[in-house]
């Protein structure tokens, strides 16, 4: 069946760094757009990151870019999250999704993600 399982989320101090993971199988992982997206705590949920099937092209939201860099290895059906310079207002569960138009719109559990003092 599918699987989209995220890690490497944490607590993390202000100005520090972590590295999300999804592991995907059940589907044909090469073939779906993958995002990262997250929801904090009473806010609606948003999309962080997104790369295309081959990674040829990425789309981050304003409040990311420079500090988040989204990659994709499809020889080991994964993708990744690479968070910099973190700060308190990207604590939020993060998730994995997985898209092919008409085709499957997949989600991970999630992996929480904070950042305090």
């Known amino acids: 069946q599918v699987q989209l399982v995220e890690s490497g989320g944490g607590l993390v101090q202000p100005g520090g760094s972590l590295r999300l993971s999804c592991a995907a199988s059940?589907?044909?992982?090469?073939?779906?757009?993958m995002s990262w997206y997250r929801q904090a705590p009473g806010k609606e949920r948003e999309l962080v990151a997104g790369i295309t099937r081959t990674g040829g092209s990425t789309n981050y939201v304003d409040s990311v870019k420079g500090r988040f860099t989204i990659s994709r290895d499809n020889n080991k059906n994964s993708v990744y999250l690479q968070m910099n310079s973190l700060q308190p207002e990207d604590t939020a569960v993060y998730y994995c999704?997985?898209?092919?138009?008409?085709?499957?719109?997949?989600w991970g559990q999630g992996t929480q993600v904070t950042v305090s003092s």
């Open positions: 999704n997985a898209r092919r138009l008409w085709i499957g719109n997949y």
């Open positions: 059940g589907f044909s992982f090469s073939s779906y757009e």
